[in-house]
């Protein structure tokens, strides 16, 4: 079993879209919303993934193939 | 010792005692360092300070490492000079550098890694380690090899060669990763969390980030403890302009500024304002990778990320993990956000190059380049007391500037050289 953080980020359009329900209903992930803030023109989700780590890997892939930005929970983790 | 009492959530409050984590387990936001502020003003004093060694480790009371035995490569206390040439230029009467480009390994991040790895060294890790667009990289293996320990830094497979070299002369494991920058930043985040190493920038970060306060209370000190009208910041991630706000806010509250009175700071430390700091906060950044400069030109208080292109390599960072706290810093201190476009980093590098003698990255040309625009549209006014941030080396980055070779080629006699001077002569008249 893998459990991963990560921050989701979505555009307009997108934000209607219920992305982590059917991130959850799809894959085999059990999903866990911390911390989000969703307003008119952008909004993002802080959530932690429980599921077996290809199945975690899978399910990125495909919420990124949807246009939603993923990174890692800290933000930026490559400095200057 | 350090005066740490532990580690608090920005975003919901909730502590944490004083180890090696980051991020809170409840919401996922960022923890930060808490001090015992009042034992820190017992023993604080511009005495104690200026008694102290000729690096950040002068002001050990106010850094989370105990400064005992840091792991010091003699990082800050970098020149102030007052920039007379490039001021008459801008038409700013007041103007100094802070040139940290001369720091060990060529860059402000000595600052905050020689904080990372002392802190390393005290949690016991073995292996510090980081991901890194270069300077970090530098710093990390130049600490790792002082302190003894194995280093192992990320770097993306396109860096500046000067970069390169800059870090693997230190002898680290360098691992460069071929994937778009996206790709680099996820690896980097997984490796934290599956290796027991100090990566300085994710599970040290808390204390990892304090460092660039330094470079707050040394302007103020070598200003004879007053702080500037105007600071000019290049910013990637957004946490050394924060803690640059921050420093000179602590200094305040100590009442180690001249003529302020001391202040309590509140629960939240890491927001305190203290109403004597009127220092305008000015941020530059390249438009090839703006974010920050964007939201606070848009009045959002989201960062929306974007793909970085740009030649600031340095300053590339397309989600800054500090970006709102920057955001509420520069609105905060009445300062503005400013992205240089791209042709105009390179002019900004050979400005101050020729005009103060001092050589810049890519990251000092933004920064040069915005000093510029605010002279020019009358933000900073001629006799403002304004301090522009340089904080890496232009050995670093020579790819950006190469097309300034351009030598007198003569035969080893002295006519040849007449001949090629006048040629040059008539050339530049
Ligand atoms: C030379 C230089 N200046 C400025 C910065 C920006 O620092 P921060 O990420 O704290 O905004 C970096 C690195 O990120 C850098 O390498
Ligand atoms: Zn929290």
């Known amino acids: ?44 989700v802080v959530l932690e993934l429980d599921g077996e780590k290809e199945e975690i890997e899978r399910g990125l892939q495909w919420v990124s193939s949807t246009g939603v930005r993923v990174d890692p929970v800290s933000g930026d983790v490559l400095q200057g | ?42 023993v604080v004093s511009h005495d104690r300070i200026s008694a102290g060694p000729l690096s950040i480790w002068r002001y050990h009371d106010l850094l989370p490492a105990s400064g005992d035995d840091p792991v010091d490569i003699m990082a800050g206390f970098t020149p102030l000079l007052k920039a007379r040439n490039l001021g008459k230029r801008l038409g700013l009467n007041n103007l100094y550098i802070k040139n940290d480009s001369v720091n060990p390994s060529y860059s402000f991040k000595d600052r905050v890694v020689s904080v990372a790895a002392t802190k390393s060294v005290e949690f016991g890790f073995e ?47 360098m691992v460069a990763v071929d994937g778009t920058y996206d790709e680099v930043n996820r690896l980097c985040s997984e490796v934290g969390d599956n290796y027991p190493w100090a990566f ?13 306060k330094t470079l707050g209370y040394e302007v103020a000190e070598q200003l004879g403890w007053r702080i500037p009208d105007h600071v000019v910041i290049p910013s990637a991630s957004g946490a050394m302009f924060t803690k640059i706000w921050k420093g000179f806010n602590e200094l305040a509250c100590l009442g180690l500024l001249d003529g302020v009175e001391a202040m309590t700071f509140g629960p939240d430390q890491n927001t305190v304002h203290h109403p004597a700091i009127t220092t305008k906060m000015h941020m530059a950044q390249a438009e090839g990778c703006s974010p920050i400069v964007n939201a606070w030109a848009g009045g959002q208080s989201h960062v ?23 955001l509420r810093v520069i609105n905060e201190s009445d300062g503005s956000a400013y992205a240089v476009p791209e042709p105009q980093v390179v002019e900004g590098i050979k400005l101050l190059a020729e005009t103060e003698g001092i050589f810049t990255e890519t990251a000092g040309g933004v920064t040069i380049s915005a000093l510029k625009h605010l002279a020019e549209s009358g933000a900073i006014g001629r006799d403002e007391l304004a301090v522009a941030y340089i904080t890496g080396n232009g050995l670093k980055t020579q790819e950006a500037v190469e097309e300034v070779v351009n030598p007198l080629l003569v035969k080893p006699t002295m006519s040849s050289f007449e001949e090629a001077l006048e040629g040059r002569a008539a050339v530049s008249q």
């Open chain 2, 200 to 212: 300085v920038n994710i599970n040290m970060r808390p204390y990892y980030a304090e460092g660039s």
């Open chain 2, 127 to 173: 292996t510090i380690a980081c991901a890194s667009t270069g300077n970090l990289a530098c710093s990390v293996a130049a600490h790792a090899a002082r302190a003894g320990m194995r280093s192992v830094v990320f770097i993306p497979s396109d860096l500046e060669r000067g970069k390169v070299i800059g870090a693997a002369v230190y002898g680290p494991t």
């Open chain 2, 304 to 326: 929306r990320p974007v793909r970085p292109d740009s030649i600031a390599k340095s300053l590339a960072i397309g989600n800054p993990a500090d970006g709102i706290y920057a």
């Open chain 2, 1 to 42: 010792m350090a005066f740490v009492s532990g580690l608090r959530c920005r975003e919901c409050g909730r502590e944490y005692p004083g180890e090696a984590l980051n991020v809170c387990d409840f919401c996922f936001g960022p923890l930060e360092v808490v001090y015992d502020y009042a034992t820190i003003s017992e």
């Open chain 1, 1 to 44: 079993m893998g459990r991963q953080r990560v921050k989701f980020t979505f555009e307009a359009e997108l934000v209607k879209e219920p992305i982590i329900y059917m991130l959850g209903r799809d894959f085999h992930l059990v999903t866990n919303i911390r911390r989000a803030d969703v307003g008119e023109t952008l909004g993002w």
